[in-house]
């Protein structure tokens, strides 16, 4: 069974710069694609970015495109989410998954917590 654990989110001050990370286990992660999703305090949760484990095709929401990268460690199995230029509206829990599409395969993990403050 796939398994997957973030981690790496913190406080920080807008405009800087955090490095979130997924470590994935399991027989079967790398046939799909896995993403980054995040749910901020009284919002839906929603999709940050996402990247095909093998051949690392990437995709990003408009609202981190050209602020986040989305990366994997194929040697680690773990991927990242490189944050820069943070805002306030970044704040939020960020939460690892696979995905087939846009929808999610797993349960939702802990998640980690990333904090903006302005």
């Known amino acids: 069974q796939v398994q997957l654990v973030e981690s790496g989110g913190g406080l920080v001050q807008a405009g800087g710069s955090l490095r979130l990370s997924c470590a994935a286990s399991?027989?079967?992660?790398?046939?799909?694609?896995m993403a980054w999703f995040r749910q901020a305090p009284g919002k839906e949760r929603e999709f940050v970015a996402q990247?095909?484990?093998?051949?690392?095709?990437?995709y990003y929401a408009d609202s981190v495109k050209g602020r986040f990268t989305i990366s994997r460690d194929t040697a680690k199995t773990t991927m990242y989410l490189q944050m820069n230029s943070l805002k306030p509206d970044d704040t939020a829990v960020y939460y690892c998954?696979?995905?087939?599409?846009?929808?999610?395969?797993?349960?939702w993990g802990q998640g980690t917590q990333v904090t903006v403050s302005s």
């Open positions: 990247i095909v484990w093998s051949g690392g095709s990437s």
């Open positions: 998954n696979l995905v087939s599409g846009a929808t999610p395969l797993l349960a």
């Open positions: 399991g027989p079967t992660f790398r046939n799909y694609a």
